[in-house]
């Protein structure tokens, strides 16, 4: 939990590095923004909110504050997580509102330089593009960056 | 002490420090035109403030010092040490003067001319800037606390002297009021709410776990820790609320200032100022309460000799009001003005492009008059000062609506305007019942629940269905159930409902329904949060909280079960108006909805119906050629709809009972389908007997039926017997849907064709029209044209001035103003009964005399 909030200043002081926290969600490696980051927590209890839409798993209590928890594998399409393995998660600030994103494995805060980062193939399901910023090329393995603001942004796309 | 005293000694003394310092910053900086701004700013307000006080001591001496900023603002004194000590020793006079003010709650006698001749001396100096001639003067005597009625003696020091010999005073009294109250950032509460309540999840985790262990050395600190963690979520919890007055405190005095303006005569009644909500929200409404209470002193009420002329008191009257209502807060602004000219509304709508022609054809009074609160909409014919500058009622709604809130307004030209805020609880505090459905939580706010009943099992009463839907037999009456677990899509779950339910009888507005759910829990108090914006399509949450246990609930909303539930399958297609509509219960009765005799659905206003029974076929007897059932000790007669209908030949026979006093009737029935809430409009009236017209309920053709019809059929002796073929017309007139809607019906199947209008305008426009009744019902008190002017009107002329007039009576003193008026008899309001022997007598008397 402290973890990133060391690094993150270490993030900004260098301009041209970009900082994220990376998460892993069926095999696929996740980057977002440190600066949306505001914890990292283990398995939580989530009470379910009946009629939310599928992609909210529920809603949970963090420290006295009501978080909703949104499921980032029904949100990308993928297939429901195995009863057996225990989720974390993410809790992300947007407009002042905290969302935590379900995952299966919390990974690393990488500061990587913004050169790197580069469009993501035209060919990528459209769900994920819709949520996708950009992928960074790491050693073995594809970074894909989350845009917070897209990614919570479905209860509307739903609507119109 | 007086409040508004209080605040302004609190805010000087605020002003006061700040002064003392920018002063000084200002003697460093001569040259700080935003710094001198902003002192200047700050002097004036004081001036300000006093002269509104009436303290004209220290007006003056503010005054004067205002003056001599101003020309050092105007370049034409520049700021140098004799300067700034003059102006800091007006400001010490100004505080000495207070430190009195708050002592004593008056301002101390005594005088400041000496003081006031200087510094007038000095901003005349630039006008002739020969010489300033320092005044010589005693030495440094800033603290005059100590002798408030000694006139203020003016230092005149060395700049090095200056500052130091300004200070003393600022420790002074002037600063005591300050410490009583202080001001704290909301986001500090916020995070303290945060941290009480996990405090308080911490506190129940520890009870718990000492609970399991029996450890007595703990348990004594812990009950202890138990009730001070209590307490202080109370008090943080406190922090937030605020009377609803503080809002109001102003409002006096701008409606006095506007009084005198415009030459007008109002009075303020301020009901329910101690109304709690939430500082935040508190904040966020005053603009709007003030905004709209100057509207109505400016635009609502007229001049007193216009008053005059319309034959109302020349002082006109602004009624603020606010109260608790199903878990919202309602303030309400009304005034007897003018009102609001229809067609003046009309007028501007369209010259301001908002409606077409055709678009207002089509619009009710109501519609119309809702226009007001679109975009750039403003009906006042010049600008004054007041309003009319372009921030309208579309900003106010705007800024309601910002804090979930809404806005309604009722007007009748002539009689003055009423606005309706309706203010969620959001961030507030709320009792509420914890219920469980398929093993989840939810809350119920307690100001919603009418009652709980057992259901099932071993209790007295049983949920029974109608083809699926749920009712409850509750004293008598037929209560319409609403079952949680299919509303919120629980059925998917493998937890087996248990045998045993519980009820919760749920009021919305006038109507009452029940939700069935599992288990009941205790009540709780509860924090209300808003949900997350995702979540805020769901019109069943009002909210969701956190509970004592750290689980999240959601708070359900009756409001959007009501209108979600009572549509049954055609709410998605509601817009959001009818929805508002229907929560309101405006114009929506329960209706019970069955075949019958022909595919034809057929429908009956639930409220007439007893209850819903299913007969053994076995235990149909005949008794004078017509079938009869044993029926809770006697012989209930059975009918059928028409010849085409027909008793079943074997099972259970579905039948709905109507009883009436004594009497009881089962009408025969193929199948009950349903029981929805829908408007009640009888669309066409019916020459078939037993069918008092059709009406659309639910989407389709429906034919109302005449209950009493049926009952005259058997009941030879039935009090209000219709003739069957021969409708006699009723004109209800009441502006209370509420009423309406019950006595239409009422009367509907008494035998009669009821038209039902608003207002006695509406019924003179009827009149107009050449539309003609047997018999007018009219309530006595309503707003615009009452009841007893209504009658004089139609007894005064026209063609209706033979027409019978019952007169709906709510009190001792309506009787005999209508009795004066012209009503031919009279009905208490309430008694349904009366009301329908009254028409039937009045009809009876006149064919008597006829």
Known sequence: MSKPKTTASAGVTTTEERVYVTLMVADQLFGVPIHAVQDVLGPQRINSIPLAPSEVAGSLNLRGRIVTAIDLRKRLGLPTRAADQPGMSVVVDHNGELYSLLMDQAGEVMSLPAADFEPYPSTLDPLWQEVTSGIYQLDGRLLVILEIERLLDFGKAKAA | MDDLLREFLTESAESLAVLDLELVRLEKNPNDQELLSNIFRLVHTVKGTCGFLGLPRLEAVAHAGENVLGRIREGKLSVDAQAITLIL????????????IERTEAEPEGNDADLIARLNAFAESADAPATVAPTPAEPVVAKVEAAPAAPAHVETAAPSAAKPGAKPAEGGPATAEATQTIRVNVGLLENLMNLVSEMVLTRNQLLQIVRGRNDTEL????????????????????????????AWNQLPRIVRDLARDLGKEITLEMHGAETELDRQVLELIKDPLTHMVRNSGDHGLEKPEDRRAAGKPDTGKIVLEAFHE???IIVKISDDGRGLALKRIKDKALQQGLVTETDLAQMSENQIQQLIFRAGFSTAEKVTNVSGRGVGMDVVRTNIEKIGGTIEMKSVEGKGTTFTIKIPLTLAIVSALIVECANERFAVPQINVVELVRAGGKSDHAIEKINGTPVLRLREALLPLVSLRRLLKLDATDIAEPDEAFVIVTAVGSQHFGIIVDRVFDTEEIVVKPVAPILRDISLYSGNTILGDGSVVMILDPNGIASTSGAGEISDDRTTEEAHAAARGEDRSAILLFRAGGNTPKAVPLSLVARLEEIDVAAIERSNGMPVVQYRGQLMPLVTVNDNAAIKDTGRQPVVVFTDDSRSMGLIVDEITDIVEDTFALELASGQPGVVGSAVIAGKATEVIDVAYYMGIIHADWTHAATGDEHKRV???????????LLKPLLAVAGYEVTAVESAEEALRLRDRGESFDVIVSDITMPGIDGCALASEIRSGGAWQATPLVALAANASDIQRGQAAGFNDLAAKFDREAIVSKVSQTLLNLQGAA
């Open chain 2, 326 to 328: 199903g878990g919202h």
């Open chain 2, 219 to 246: 348990t004594v600190p812990l009950q202890r820790l138990s009730h001070t963690t209590t307490e202080l979520q109370e008090g943080v919890m406190k922090t937030r609320m605020q009377p609803i007055g503080n």
């Open chain 2, 731 to 741: 004109l209800l007139v009441d502006d209370s849907p509420f009423f309406r809607n």
């Open chain 2, 89 to 100: 020793t007006s400001i010490d006079c100004i505080k000495s003067i207070l430190a009195e």
